[in-house]
């Protein structure tokens, strides 16, 4: 497939009130990628032997814990004008996180979830003869960008993979001469994993003068590392992702930040732009402004991952040292063979990936939930290896096709 031909009008689009909702026409782009958010790619390798609803979810990186008590206030008080589209809310949430960050609202767009704004950066950015460079593992959407945008898709190891398992910076830099993108998630997913922000500089520092590094920060506030948005403010070729579906508990209601120079996040308007819902809207507010939101969240999903990786440690289990609501552990066997295992004692594990084949992504759940998790995965480990290839899901570019949904319609 060939990469589109950017119109330069199209993409001068700023952010006013008077042209705030101008969308260009990249549709017939769009509609030839699978939008793939965690959703997505957690239903895909679901097996199929059991109702999708059954059981424990600890697949999707989500969080049980929902919105938080004023968010959902926030967003019942609302539902009364949920039949007028409120364009001014969505202004304000920007103008508010703006204001705490200390940015300028033209370096902010909003969107339903942050997998949009990560798969427009690619298009917009790579090409044919501009690659992607990423870690490998890591969140696997940019690699589905580019690939419908005719671009190659460079995968450097992680550093480290038996230890601290973060973003090797020397690898990435010498991977490619002229990379459009460089994708850096931090913490990591699947890992969990942190990557140091001198580390992170040096890629930025260290990039083409014309290559956009993508620093995806779903996780952050699950983690002590330090953010980057800083970069944008002093002008760098950076694109930030926040998203409210982690720590903020809102993956099922959809929004997510893309922050950068104006120059950048106008690129991203070609590829469309609408307006959110209003209780959305407001539940993200009243989360934004929450002051002990944060905090209390950390601790609580902190707590009950420490414990469960102090378990996995005391019953010999390998895995990496997450800073995140995820990590990965070695199985020391085919993955999804343990995928499909745990599926049917209705615990639903996931996903393996192919560079790291003996390894599965656990996300963190309730206390309640970690410890069904650690009854079945013990019962589990201590059964011999059996093959259950017949269990297993089908390749993930045919289980994308039988998903039905899809964000991007």
């Known amino acids: 497939m060939s990469s589109p031909t950017l119109d330069p009008a199209a993409c001068s689009t700023g952010f006013t009130r008077r042209n705030f909702m101008r969308v260009a026409g990249a549709t017939s782009m769009l509609a030839s990628i699978s939008g793939l958010t965690e959703a997505h790619l957690a239903f895909a390798q679901r097996p199929k032997f059991l109702k999708p609803e059954s059981g424990i979810h600890i697949d999707a990186n989500e ?17 009364p004008k949920g039949g007028r589209y ?18 300028a609202p033209e370096t902010i767009m909003a969107y339903a979830g ?7 950066t690619v298009l917009a950015f790579t090409s044919a003869d501009k690659p992607l460079v990423t870690a490998d593992v890591t969140f696997e959407a940019p690699w589905w960008a580019a690939d419908a945008n005719g671009a190659k898709s460079i995968k450097v190891p992680l550093a480290d993979p038996t230890g601290m398992a973060s973003h090797d910076p020397k690898a990435i830099l010498a991977a490619a001469s002229n990379p459009g993108v ?19 500089e040096a890629i930025v520092s260290g990039a083409p003068k014309d290559t956009v590094v993508l620093i995806d920060e779903a996780y952050i ?16 070729n950076v694109i930030i992702l926040r998203t409210f579906s982690k720590l903020y508990g809102m993956a099922g209601l959809r929004l997510g930040f893309a922050i950068g120079r104006p120059d950048l996040i106008k690129k991203l308007n070609y590829f469309g732009q609408n307006s959110l819902p209003v209780t959305t809207i407001a539940a993200a507010k009243a989360s934004l402004i929450d002051a002990d939101l944060v905090p209390s969240r950390k601790k609580i999903i902190g707590d009950i991952r420490a414990n469960n990786l102090a378990w996995m440690k005391s019953n010999g289990f390998a895995c990496t040292p997450s ?10 066997r085919p993955g999804k063979e343990v995928i499909a295992a745990m599926a049917k004692k209705e615990i639903y594990i996931g996903r393996a990936w192919e560079a790291w084949p003996t390894h599965v992504r656990i996300t963190v759940g309730t206390k309640a939930e970690m410890e069904a998790f ?3 995965f013990k019962e589990v480990m201590s059964a011999p290896p059996a093959s259950t290839a017949n269990l297993s899901p089908a390749p993930l570019h045919e289980r994308m096709r039988e998903t039905p949904f899809t964000y991007l319609s």
């Open 182 to 200: 460089i994708y850096v998630c931090n913490p990591n997913n699947p890992t969990g994993t942190l990557t140091s922000r001198k580390d992170i």
């Open 63 to 79: 969080n049980p814990l929902g919105p938080s008590d004023s968010a959902r206030t926030a967003l019942a008080a609302m539902i």
């Open 221 to 236: 506030h699950l983690s002590d590392a330090e953010p980057c948005i800083d970069m944008v403010k002093d002008g760098k």
């Open 323 to 332: 800073d995140s609501n995820c990590y990965m552990v070695d199985v020391k």
């Open 86 to 103: 409120e364009f001014p809310i969505q202004l304000d949430l920007i103008e508010t996180f703006a204001k705490q960050q200390g940015l």
């Open 114 to 120: 942050s997998g949009e704004p990560l798969q427009y």
């Open 374 to 376: 650690q009854t079945a």
